[in-house]
């Protein structure tokens, strides 16, 4: 079963077409439950206060992923007064806990 590692085109195509790319106000990581973001914070090279950089947006997605711990690690970029809010979204890897086999 393939993962698939997805980064919001929107997000890249918005930063690559402007001139000046907007300001990241905030960055915030949806973990699943039972995963503590100071864990994986290191991880996001996307910094607040900094322009928004495709590049640093795509090194934050495949680090996360290279983790192993998350089955889809996708990001959004979401417009603010003073610039925008990137999320990343980390979907949990499923795990398999029993097979039974009959017949």
């Not at 990581?29 to 947006?57: K, N, T």
């Not at 997605?61 to 959004?76: E, I, N, P």
Request: aromatic share 4%; glycine share 6%; net charge neutral.
């Amino acid at each position: 079963m393939g993962s698939r590692v997805t980064v919001a085109l929107l997000l890249l195509a918005a930063a690559t077409a402007l001139a000046d790319p907007p300001q990241v106000t905030a960055v915030v990581l949806h973990l699943p439950p039972g995963l503590a973001a100071r864990d994986f914070r290191p991880l996001v090279v996307v910094a607040e206060g900094q322009p928004l950089d495709p590049r640093a947006v795509r090194r934050s997605v495949a680090l996360l992923f290279a983790t192993g711990r998350f089955s889809d690690v996708v990001a959004r970029a979401h417009p603010e007064p003073d610039g925008v809010a990137v999320e990343f979204d980390c979907s949990p890897v499923e795990q398999l806990h029993r097979v039974v086999v009959t017949g």
